[in-house]
Nanobody
Framework: QVQLVESGGGLVQAGGSLRLSCAASGRTFSDYNMGWFRQAPGKEREFVAAIRWNNDITTYADSVKGRFTISRDNAKNTVYLQMNSLKPEDTAVYYC????????????????WGQGTQVTVSS
């Protein structure tokens, strides 16, 4: 089992920045690919970004490419999502997820999920 706890969400004006953190505990963090997803009210959960277990590959949704950066610190068992140039349409609950067996953007690649942190971007 892997336990994931997100933090860093909040209210920010359009154009501002936030950094989300996701602290992992339980099994060996460096064994897992990590992803960030988000869900806005009335919408399905969507992929935001992911990073492979050994830091060699990252991938982003087109809607956040160039504005968001995913990173991880395996020594601290933490994955981050730096969000710059935020837009009102980035408003959502952001979830981190851990997956071990396969790599990809779809939710089925991830076995463990955090409870989420709210990000609200005002115009």
């Amino acid at each position: 089992q892997v336990q994931l706890v997100e933090s860093g969400g909040g209210l920010v004006q359009a154009g501002g920045s936030l950094r989300l953190s996701c602290a992992a505990s339980g099994r060996t963090f460096s064994d897992y690919n990590m992803g960030w997803f988000r869900q806005a009210p009335g919408k399905e959960r969507e992929f935001v970004a992911a990073i492979r277990w050994n830091n060699d590959i990252t991938t982003y949704a087109d809607s956040v490419k160039g504005r968001f950066t995913i990173s991880r610190d395996n020594a601290k068992n933490t994955v981050y999502l730096q969000m710059n140039s935020l837009k009102p349409e980035d408003t959502a609950v952001y979830y981190c997820a851990a997956g071990g067996s396969t790599w990809g953007r779809a939710p089925h690649h991830y076995d463990y999920w955090g409870q989420g942190t709210q990000v609200t971007v005002s115009s």
